[in-house]
C-alpha cells in the first residue's frame, strides 16, 4: 500500500502537469493495485480525492484515455463509488470519448459507462438524453469484427432497451439490421442468447418489430427452431423458446402480423401452422399463440377457418385433456375464441364441435384456462344481433343453458372473487345464455342452478355493458317464466337494485330505459309489485320523462301510465 499512496499522491501533483510518462506509470500502478485489492483500492482513491482530478485526463489526444477509463469502470465495480464518479463529473468525458477511432478507448470507456450506470434507470435515462443510442450503434456497425467491442455493446443495450424512453431512439437508429447481422453470424450458443437478450425488449416495441420483420430476423429465428426442434441438449431446448417466444412477440404488432400473414399464404405462416401437430410442447404453445396473435382481425379469421385451422386446434386440444399442459391449453384456447369473433364464423365452427371440445375442459381448476374456456363458449354464441346467422348460435346457447354441469360450474365461478377476469366471464357467459337462447328451459335451468342473485349483482356492475347484458338477461327470465323468477328476484333484492340504477343521474340512458322495461315486466308479480309501490317508483320515473334521450323519455310515459293504473 505504501507504493499505492505514493502513486496517488504522484498522480495528485503531475496529472495537472502533463508529464505523460509520470502519469502513466502512475497510472500503471493504480491498475496493478485495482487487480489485487479493487475494494480497499477504491476507499483509498476515494480517500485522497483522486476522482475529480480523471476529467481533464480523459481527453481524446491523451494516451492515458484507456488507462484512465479502465481505472474508473475497475471502481465502479463497487456500488459505493458509483455515485462520486457521478459527482466527480466524469460521466460527459466518458461520452466525448465514445466517438473515438481507438478500439481499445472505445472498449474501456463502454465499460466505465456500463458500470458507473448499472442497475440505475436515472442514470440510463441521462445517457440516453445524452445520446449514448446513436453512438452505440454506429459503433456495432463499424466495429462488429470485434468481440469485445461487440460485447460491450450488447450489454449496453440489454441494459438500456429496459427503458421505455430508449424504444424511440432506438426505434430511429439501424439496430435491427446491426442484430439480425450479427446474429446471422453467430455459430456460439452463448453470442446468440446474448442478441437474443437485446431483441427481446427491443421487439416490444411495434416499429421496432416491423424494422426486425423486414431485416430478416423471423427467417433467422425460423432457421433455429429447425435446427433445435430435435435436440434434447439443454441450450437446444433454451434456444427453441427464446426463437419461438421472439417469434410470437413479432406477431403482437399489428403491421409485423399481416406482413407474416400475407394473406394466408405466407411461408412464415405456414411453417407456424405445422407446428401445432408436433409432439413438442413448446412448439405446439408457440403456434397456437401465433394463431391467437394471427386471428386479430376479421379477414384473417375468415381465412383461417376456411382453411382449416379449426381442426388442427381442437386435435391438439384433445392431446392436452389427458397430457394437461395449461399453457397449450391456454393458447389453443386463446385461438379458438378470437377465431370465433366474426359472425360468419360461428356456425362453422359449432358445426366442428368446437363448443364439445371445450366443454371437455370444464374441470379445469387452472384460472387462465377457465377465462378463456367461458370467453370461447361466449363468443361462440354472440351474434352480435346478426339475425340472419344467428341459427346455429341460439341453438348452441339453448343447448349450453340447459347443461347442467355447465351451469353448475358457472354459478360457481360467478363466486370466483380472487379471479375477476374468471367472475366476470361467468356472469357474461351465463347472461348471454338466456339472451341468445331466449328460451324458457334455459331460464328454468339457470334459476334451478342458482344463477339469478349473479344476474342482478351483474346489473350493479361498473362496466355498463355488463350491466345491460344483466338487465336484458333478467328481463328475458321475467318475461318468459316469472312465476319461476319471482322467488329469487325477491331473494337478490331486484326491485332496490333497480330503483338505485333509476334514481342513479350517471346511469347511461341503457340502463334506464332496460331498468324499466324490467320494472313492467315483474308488475305481474304480486310480492314484486309490492315492492314497486314502496319504492313509490312513479315519482322517479315521472322525471325520467324529461330526459334528454328520446327513447328513455317515451319508455318513462309508458312505465309511467302502467304504474298509475296498476296502483
Avoid at 47 to 69: A, H, M, T, Y
Wanted: glycine fraction near 6%; proline fraction near 3%; include cysteine.
Amino acid at each position: 500500500m505504501d507504493n499505492l499512496s505514493e502513486a496517488l499522491e504522484k498522480l495528485k501533483l503531475t496529472s495537472t502537469d502533463g508529464i505523460s510518462d509520470s502519469v502513466e506509470s502512475c497510472l500503471d500502478c493504480l491498475l496493478k493495485a485495482l487487480a489485487r485489492n479493487n475494494t480497499e483500492t477504491s476507499v483509498k482513491i476515494q480517500e485522497i480525492g483522486l476522482l475529480p482530478l480523471f476529467p481533464s485526463l480523459l481527453n481524446p489526444q491523451s494516451s492515458c484515455s484507456p488507462k484512465v477509463s479502465n481505472i474508473i469502470a475497475e471502481l465502479a465495480k463497487n456500488e459505493f463509488m458509483r455515485s462520486p464518479c457521478v459527482e466527480a463529473g466524469l460521466i460527459p468525458p466518458l461520452i466525448q470519448l465514445l466517438k473515438s477511432t481507438d478500439q481499445e478507448v472505445l472498449l474501456q470507456t463502454g465499460r466505465a459507462l456500463g458500470n458507473i450506470c448499472y442497475d440505475s434507470h436515472s442514470l440510463q435515462a441521462q445517457l440516453i438524453n445524452m445520446g449514448v443510442i446513436p453512438t452505440l450503434v454506429k459503433l456495432l456497425g463499424i466495429h462488429s469484427h470485434n468481440t469485445a467491442l461487440t460485447e460491450m455493446c450488447l450489454i449496453a443495450f440489454g441494459n438500456l432497451a429496459e427503458l421505455e424512453s430508449s424504444k424511440e431512439q432506438f426505434a430511429s437508429t439501424s439496430i435491427a439490421e446491426e442484430l439480425v447481422h450479427l446474429f446471422q453470424k453467430q455459430t456460439e450458443h452463448e453470442k446468440k442468447e446474448m442478441i437474443f437478450e437485446v431483441l427481446a425488449p427491443l421487439a416490444e416495441n411495434d416499429v421496432i418489430k416491423l424494422q426486425l420483420v423486414e431485416a430478416g430476423l423471423v427467417e433467422c429465428l425460423l432457421e433455429v427452431v429447425a435446427q433445435t426442434m430435435d435436440g434434447e441438449r439443454e441450450e437446444d431446448i433454451t434456444q427453441l423458446k427464446t426463437a419461438s417466444d421472439l417469434m410470437v412477440l413479432l406477431l403482437l404488432g399489428d403491421e409485423s402480423m399481416q406482413k407474416l400473414f400475407e394473406g394466408g399464404k405466407g411461408s412464415v405462416f405456414q411453417r407456424v401452422l405445422s407446428w401445432i401437430p408436433s409432439h413438442n410442447h413448446q412448439l405446439q404453445l408457440a403456434g397456437a399463440l401465433a394463431i391467437a396473435n394471427f386471428a386479430r382481425n376479421d379477414g384473417n379469421c375468415i381465412h383461417m377457418v376456411d382453411t382449416g385451422i379449426v381442426q388442427k386446434l381442437l386435435e391438439l386440444l384433445d392431446r392436452h385433456v389427458e397430457e394437461g399442459n395449461v399453457t397449450v391449453q391456454h393458447a389453443a384456447l386463446s385461438a379458438l375464441r378470437n377465431l370465433a369473433i366474426p359472425v360468419v364464423n360461428k356456425s362453422k365452427m359449432l358445426s366442428a364441435g368446437v363448443a364439445n371440445v371445450v366443454l371437455k375442459f370444464l374441470q379445469s381448476e387452472m384460472p387462465p384456462v377457465q377465462f378463456k374456456l367461458l370467453g370461447t363458449l361466449r363468443m361462440l354464441i354472440d351474434t352480435q344481433g346478426n339475425c340472419l346467422q344467428a341459427c346455429w348460435p341460439a341453438e348452441a346457447a339453448d343447448q349450453l343453458g340447459t347443461n347442467g354441469k355447465l351451469v353448475e360450474r358457472l354459478v360457481e365461478w360467478c363466486e370466483a372473487k380472487d379471479h375477476a377476469g374468471v367472475m366476470g366471464e361467468s356472469n357474461r357467459l351465463l347472461s348471454a345464455l338466456i339472451r341468445h337462447s331466449k328460451s324458457k328451459e334455459v331460464v328454468q335451468s339457470v334459476i334451478h342452478g342458482g344463477g339469478v342473485k349473479h344476474l342482478v349483482t351483474m346489473a350493479t356492475s361498473e362496466h355498463m355493458i355488463m350491466q345491460n347484458e344483466a338487465l336484458v338477461a333478467l328481463g328475458l327470465m321475467a318475461a318468459l317464466d316469472l312465476v319461476a323468477a319471482e322467488k329469487d328476484f325477491v331473494g337478490a333484492s331486484l326491485v332496490s337494485v333497480l330503483h338505485k340504477l333509476l334514481s342513479d343521474e350517471r346511469s347511461a340512458p341503457e340502463i334506464k330505459y332496460n331498468s324499466m322495461i324490467l320494472i313492467c315486466a315483474v308488475m305481474g308479480s304480486e310480492p314484486l309489485h309490492k315492492e314497486v309501490q314502496s319504492l313509490a317508483f312513479i315519482d322517479v320515473v315521472s322525471k325520467l320523462r324529461a330526459h334528454e334521450n328520446k327513447t328513455v323519455s317515451h319508455q318513462a310515459s309508458l312505465t309511467e301510465q302502467r304504474l298509475t293504473a296498476q296502483s
